[in-house]
């Protein structure tokens, strides 16, 4: 039981409300969601539909489904993350009057928490009844992470000063759409067809759904039970309704007044796309039918989570804010990434499965997300990367139309892998729908080629690289040296027509041609990674690097072109050693910040304001999120001046400050993606500047600081790039020639940090306190000693062993 567990309860661990906030009602089902990494469900109240208050949504990994709408005459193709049927739908009717909800009762306490290290929801009501019966109502959940198919609800009624008749109505609904973000709701957002329901004996019923196009199966089954006080199972009076796409169940009986009656709901999740199943529906059925209790469940479920925070925990004992933080959002990137994740074919959803913002497309966001991963659970990101792998022959075919060689991967991604980003959205500040050029952001293929280079230097996984890895990086350089052309007047190469992370700027003022020339992150990317892809070569037997080439037609001239492009890529500067964002961003206006700061307060979507005012964010030096200087963050600086310097650039170590600087005064962080960056690279520059970056990307999903879009689900990069900040930030975790670098700054108040991290296969403690770093390296058998350097010192710690660092 949770109290039971000392140590694993109490203010770092629980996300609390005490009162009910309509409007804050869909920021808190974001929030306090539940899941486990297969699928995953709002915190929404249980007897709530669709009705602008509460947003009930369940969603899985890889359940698409492509509807058109037809706007305006024009056929839009839109690919969504389904919304599957509602299981948590339990309503109380007392006396036989209208079911409780919270229109028709006084509240009279209330509480509304997430237990972070369960990823449990639990709701306390006491309320009167227009009756004025009061009754006291606690309901708890969760989706188990012991057995992913299985979600469990619990409900205990206390008649405070009324003894009586209740009825208790179970449901599963399969008439739900996707509704949840106000913005998409001209967009088609039916996407369930009914199959049927059923029951299975007298305690379960169950509801089948298949999505429209795409044709999966989604089967829910629910047994509900009342328990008396002394445990056992109430012969209730069952009575039950079904159509075509919803099903209940009505449980009547009598309570006593002080005498609590619980209620269990356990349901099972099944679809198609599952493994080692018969059908959904018959294995629903079945699963539920052998579930034991909801505190049995639960503890399986504690027990599981255990051993993940076990990996993943990150202790911070001088801050208590920050701690429960950083806890909440390792809570919500294990709900959306957990082992169960691994071995499904699932790619990491921007908003991670409790929201419809982006249509729960994956973008590049895995760079931030994948750091995190790579040291505690790799198995994860490995999974995760297999996505990629399997959409391989969709990227080859997207640069083959596109008039390119080798993989050229979309900037959003769903289903099957082809390019998923709308060509047109809605400008909710002008209620104009605008043209969408963002899918010009080509840099997300070099981004996946960095990804899985960086999980092969944190586990060492040699078969990945062999099997997976090499081919996916060496045709995406094969993408990079066709779209790059050669321009002899400059002895360089350039690349054309794309755009680098910085949204706001899609091509140049007046002009009718997409995208940008020379996006500098885009090019010194493909710098890097053309001189990774030589090195990956290297690393490959003569057999294998024939075979690679042979079967993704890789030819000794491309090979050429990358040893040529890794020292003569072209990246624009301007002004004293300012990398330009783009070619000729030194030509644009200046912006009057101030003005619009002004008129507007919240100036971080000023494509959207500009845009409303009849003017061109193309127009002006402004930056949605770090493009350039994503580079510093990205690459530790000694890495960067060699790049710099094999490109025949200089670098001089006061760039950093320079260019963070430079383009600190002209970015409206439209994205908190640009916080983390920020943050990262002021780390080692100004550290208290950092720190107020950090909370701030730290907190913007619990106090939704992009006013109202948490709600639409929680920032997976923002949560996961906070843990990784940590690590790479503060901690300066680096790795080079298979040596793990860590080279801390000075930030009171992670004073006492410590956390497990595992590379190369072998678990370690780290731990920060009074000026030492603490390197454990835990022994399980296999471990190998690892290589820890700091302040120039390198150290082999043993399998068992550690070494302390003076810093
Ligand atoms: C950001 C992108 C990001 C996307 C999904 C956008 O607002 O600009 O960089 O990939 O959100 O999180």
């Known amino acids: 039981m949770l109290e039971e567990r000392a140590g694993t309860t109490g203010p770092n661990w629980t996300l609390a409300y005490d009162s009910f906030e309509p409007e804050q009602e869909g920021l808190r089902e974001a929030l306090t969601s539940?899941?486990?990494?297969?699928?995953?469900?709002?915190?929404?109240?249980?007897?709530?539909?669709?009705?602008?208050?509460?947003?009930?949504?369940?969603?899985t990994h890889g359940g698409f489904n492509r509807e058109t709408t037809i706007m305006n005459g024009v056929p839009v193709l839109n690919e969504d993350l389904v919304n599957l049927p509602n299981w948590l739908l339990l309503e109380l009717r007392i006396e036989g009057e209208e079911a409780v909800d919270m229109s028709n009762v006084e509240l009279l306490s209330y509480r509304h928490e997430y237990d972070v290290r369960n990823a449990a929801l639990r709701r306390v009501s006491r309320f009167r009844d227009r009756a004025g019966r009061e009754t006291t109502l606690e309901t708890r959940r969760f989706v188990s992470m012991a057995d992913m198919h299985q979600a469990a609800m619990q409900w205990t009624v206390t008649p405070e000063n009324w003894s009586g008749r209740v009825e208790v109505i179970s449901s599963l609904d399969g008439r739900v759409t996707n509704g949840g973000v106000a913005r998409y709701s001209r967009l088609e957002g039916r996407h369930l067809d009914p199959v049927s329901p059923r029951t299975f004996g007298p305690e379960i019923i169950a509801l089948e759904a298949r999505t429209r196009q795409s044709r999966i199966y989604v089967a829910e089954a629910a047994r509900t039970r009342v328990y008396g006080e002394d445990g056992g199972v109430l012969d209730v009076r069952r009575g039950l309704y079904q159509m075509q796409?919803?099903?209940?169940?009505?449980?009547?009986?009598?309570?006593?007044?002080?005498?609590?009656?619980?209620?269990?709901?356990?349901?099972?999740f099944y679809t198609s796309r599952d493994s080692a199943i018969n059908e959904p529906l018959?294995?629903?059925?079945?699963?539920?039918?052998?579930?034991?209790?909801?505190?049995e469940a639960f503890e399986r479920h504690a027990r599981a989570w255990d051993e993940l925070w076990d990996v993943c925990d990150v202790l911070v004992p001088r801050d208590d804010r920050v701690q429960l933080l950083l806890r909440l959002h390792i809570s919500h990137v294990l709900q959306v990434c957990s082992p169960h994740t691994a071995d499904l074919d699932a790619g990491v959803p921007a908003r991670g499965l409790n929201g419809e913002a982006y249509r729960g497309h994956i973008f590049w966001d895995e760079l931030f997300i994948y750091p995190f991963l790579n040291f505690r659970l790799p198995e994860i990101t490995r999974g995760l990367l297999m996505y990629r792998y399997r959409r391989l022959n969709e990227a080859r075919a997207a640069a083959k139309e596109a008039g390119y060689e080798g993989?050229?991967?979309?900037?959003?991604?769903?289903?099957?892998?082809?390019?998923?980003?709308?060509?047109?959205?809605?400008?909710?500040?002008?209620?104009?729908?605008?043209?969408?050029?963002?899918?010009?952001?080509?840099?997300?293929?070099?981004?996946?080629?960095?990804?899985?280079?960086?999980?092969?230097?944190?586990?060492g996984d040699f078969e990945f690289l062999l099997d997976y890895g090499a081919e996916m990086m060496l045709d995406i350089a094969r993408f990079w040296a066709s779209i790059a052309h050669y321009n002899p007047e400059r002895d360089r190469y350039e690349i054309h027509g794309v755009m680098g992370p910085d949204e706001f700027h899609e091509k140049y003022p007046g002009s009718d041609e997409e995208g940008l020339r020379n996006n500098a992150y885009t090019n010194v990317m493909v710098a890097w990674l053309s001189e990774i892809s030589l090195e990956v070569l290297d690393l490959l037997t003569e057999r294998h690097r024939k075979a690679l080439s042979a079967r993704i037609g890789l030819t000794d001239d491309e090979v050429g072109t990358l040893e040529e492009m890794s020292r003569k890529m072209f990246v624009p500067f301007h002004g004293d050693g300012i990398v330009s964002q783009f070619e000729g961003y030194e030509d644009l206006e200046e912006l009057d910040w101030e003005s619009y700061r002004e008129k507007y307060g919240n100036i971080q979507r000023l494509d959207r304001i500009l845009?409303?005012?009849?003017?061109?964010?193309?127009?002006?030096?402004?930056?949605?999120?770090?493009?350039?200087?994503?580079?510093?963050?990205l690459f530790p600086s000694d890495v960067l001046r060699r790049l710099f310097e094999r490109l025949g650039y200089d670098y001089e170590p006061e760039m950093v400050r320079k260019n963070v600087d430079y383009y600190d005064g002209?970015?409206?962080?439209?994205?908190?993606?640009?916080?983390?960056?920020?943050?990262?690279?002021l780390a080692g520059i100004h550290p208290e500047s950092s720190w107020t970056r950090y909370m701030v990307a730290l907190e913007s999903d619990v106090g939704d600081v992009q006013g109202g879009t948490t709600q639409e689900g929680i920032h997976m990069g923002v949560m996961a790039g906070t843990l990784d900040l940590i690590?790479?930030?503060?901690?300066?975790?680096?790795?080079?020639?298979?040596?793990?670098?860590?080279?801390?700054?000075?930030?009171?108040?992670?004073?006492?940090?410590?956390f497990p991290m595992r590379f190369r296969g072998t678990p370690l403690e780290v731990t920060l306190e009074g000026g030492e770093l603490r390197v454990a390296a835990q022994a399980d058998g296999l471990n190998q000693p690892v290589k820890v350097g700091v302040n120039g010192t390198v150290e082999e710690i043993e399998a068992g062993e550690s070494h302390t660092f003076v810093l």
């Open 407 to 459: 993989a050229m991967y979309p900037w959003q991604s769903g289903s099957d892998g082809q390019e998923e980003t709308q060509t047109v959205h809605l400008n909710p500040k002008s209620g104009r729908w605008e043209p969408d050029l963002s899918h010009n952001q080509r840099h997300v293929s070099a981004d996946i080629f960095y990804n899985i280079w960086r999980y092969y230097e944190a586990t």
């Open 727 to 754: 690590q790479r930030g503060y901690l300066g975790t680096e790795i080079r020639d298979g040596t793990l670098y860590f080279d801390p700054k000075p930030v009171g108040n992670l004073d006492g940090l410590s």
């Open 611 to 633: 845009k409303a005012e009849g003017d061109d964010p193309d127009k002006y030096k402004l930056t949605k999120q770090a493009d350039a200087v994503l580079l510093f963050f």
């Open 34 to 59: 539940t899941g486990n990494g297969y699928f995953c469900t709002r915190g929404t109240l249980a007897w709530a539909e669709a009705d602008g208050v509460s947003y009930p949504g369940t969603y």
């Open 245 to 268: 796409d919803y099903i209940h169940q009505v449980l009547s009986f009598e309570v006593e007044e002080g005498r609590p009656a619980r209620i269990e709901k356990m349901v099972s």
């Open 282 to 295: 018959t294995n629903a059925g079945k699963a539920v039918g052998r579930y034991g209790t909801y505190e």
């Open 666 to 681: 002209r970015t409206s962080h439209g994205s908190t993606l640009s916080f983390i960056a920020h943050a990262g690279i």
